[in-house]
């Protein structure tokens, strides 16, 4: 049997097999927060919504207590015992500057930037690849998608 015939052979096998058969790892249920301004009325919700920050991969808006707005990327959040003790830190766009921000000196919050990851989950890449396979397309792979 060619190499072709097998390749063939195991994405048949693997289009008709239950998710039980195949191994893979449970991925998480991602939230579209692109747009989202949430109520930072509790410690609670503060911490909630820049642990979501964390996670979303675009830009956001923190609006500071002095009324300084800073857009940038959340890269890394770190958490202490209370809100002035907890830090959020920030990579500036078009810059390789990082900055620290404490819990207690945000007001406000907006997910303001594109979410790079959105609609980009291995399920909808197995689609897209599903569909060019059936096209007839040849060569078929894992190929980064241009970011604007």
């Given amino acids: 049997m060619s190499t072709e015939a097998q390749e063939h052979a195991k994405i048949e096998q693997l289009q008709h097999a239950s998710p039980d058969e195949i191994e893979v790892a449970a991925g998480r249920e991602r939230e579209d927060l692109q747009g989202w301004v949430p109520s930072l009325a509790s410690d609670e919700e503060i911490r ?22 800073i857009e940038g990327y959340i890269f890394d959040r770190r958490t202490g015992a209370t809100l002035a003790t907890s830090q959020v830190r920030v990579l500036l766009p078009g810059t390789s500057q990082k900055i620290s921000i404490p819990y207690s000196e945000i007001a406000g919050l907006a997910f303001s930037g594109r979410d790079t990851a959105a609609g980009k989950s291995f399920e909808a890449w197995v689609k897209k690849y ?8 040849k060569g078929i792979g894992i190929e980064a998608e241009k970011l604007d």
């Fill in 48 to 69: 909630e919504a820049l642990e979501k920050a964390f996670d979303y991969r675009g830009d956001i808006t923190l609006t500071k207590k002095d009324g300084t707005k």
């Fill in 130 to 137: 599903w569909e060019k396979k059936a096209a007839g397309e």
